[in-house]
């Protein structure tokens, strides 16, 4: 438990300027380690665009550390994705997985949002405060009337996991991460973003990418 606070911690560290943010982090407490060969990557959008630019980051990122991977954009048909699949139809396509040799699969979907805002104010506001309530009143009374007296913007919910699908252990659960995305008006520098902490995230956890392999982001 203190080991997954502390990733929590150093992920959000390195990634205080980032448009995501790792906001929750669990992982199988009887999976040391988890080596995987051949991954299957799946984005779970009705965005075509952000779906195949996040599979095909993803991927690049996965077969630049040696290791296998393929989109769902190349195996789930248009036929499969507009319709409901049932569980049954589930378990046939992990079959098939098994079959190709697959060994993991690297869920993510969005799960919700909301809507912030936050006050339109600078630093040289707050320098030039009297400390009188009248200009403080006077300089924060829009409050009351002006509809753009704030910026509102929208934060996503993400989630990723990661699920062995090795003979024996169907639909096993390895590691969960919750993942905000803050600046989703920006979807090519969110995915950019978003991939490089869930590598770097699994990394840390020991999951498919392993310490001892050369870190990208770090370059050590």
Request: net charge negative; proline share 1%; charged share 30%.
């Amino acid at each position: 438990m203190k080991k997954g606070i502390l990733v929590l911690f150093l992920l959000l560290v390195a990634f205080s300027c980032s448009s995501t943010q790792l906001v929750s982090n669990w992982k199988d407490p009887d999976t040391v380690l988890f080596y995987a060969n051949k991954v299957l990557v799946v984005g779970m959008t009705d965005n075509e665009v952000v779906r195949e630019d996040f599979e095909n980051k993803l991927t690049k990122k996965f077969e630049k550390r040696g290791v296998k991977a393929v989109r769902s954009l190349d195996l789930f048909d248009v036929k499969f994705t507009s319709s409901k699949q049932s569980e049954k139809e589930l378990s046939e396509v992990e079959q098939q997985l098994l079959d190709k040799d697959f060994d993991a699969i690297l869920f993510t979907k969005i799960i919700g949002s909301e809507d912030k805002k936050t006050l339109r104010r600078k630093l040289s506001d707050f320098e030039r405060y009297s400390g009188m309530f009248k200009d403080d009143y006077i300089k924060n009374q829009g409050i009351y009337y002006e509809d753009d007296y704030y910026d509102v913007f929208t934060v996503f919910h993400a989630e990723t996991a990661l699920y062995c699908i090795c003979v024996g252990k169907e639909r096993q659960i390895i590691w969960r991460a919750g993942i905000d995305i803050t600046d989703p008006q920006n979807f090519e520098k969110s995915v950019d973003d978003y991939v490089k902490l869930v590598m770097l995230a699994m990394e840390e956890q020991n999951l498919i990418i392993h310490k001892t392999e050369k870190n990208e982001v770090t370059g050590l």
